[in-house]
Nanobody, 126 residues
Framework: QVQLLESGGGLVQTGDSLRLSCAAS????????MGWFRQSPGKEREFVAA????????SYAGSVKGRFTISRDSAKNTVYLQMNSLKPEDTAVYFC???????????????????WGQGTQVTVSS
């Protein structure tokens, strides 16, 4: 089982940027797809971004495409989410996620998640 610890959330204004980090420990980081999800009060947890286990292929939700960038540094066992041009509707708790199996190359489905971080709050004021 992998342990995930997010950091980098905070309170920003519309148009600002933030970079979230997710440090992984407990098992081999490389070889597993990673992703970010978010959840706002009263809403379901939703997919934000994903990065493949090996070739760096990425996938994004339509609402963040062109503004957010997911990346990974295997040497540091860390996944990042660079968020630019933030909007009030981006306000949510952001969760880092690791795939439940190394056979999953990349996924946008929360049912493929094996480990979740505790979440970090991002608040964008208008």
């Amino acid at each position: 089982q992998v342990q995930l610890l997010e950091s980098g959330g905070g309170l920003v204004q519309t148009g600002d940027s933030l970079r979230l980090s997710c440090a992984a420990s407990g098992r081999t980081f490389s070889g597993y797809a990673m992703g970010w999800f978010r959840q706002s009060p009263g809403k379901e947890r939703e997919f934000v971004a994903a990065i493949s286990r090996d070739d760096g292929y990425t996938s994004y939700a339509g609402s963040v495409k062109g503004r957010f960038t997911i990346s990974r540094d295997s040497a540091k066992n860390t996944v990042y989410l660079q968020m630019n041009s933030l909007k009030p509707e981006d306000t949510a708790v952001y969760f880092c996620a690791a795939a439940r199996s190394s056979s999953i190359s990349i996924s946008t489905d929360s049912r493929d998640v094996g480990s979740w971080g505790q979440g970090t709050q991002v608040t964008v004021s208008s």
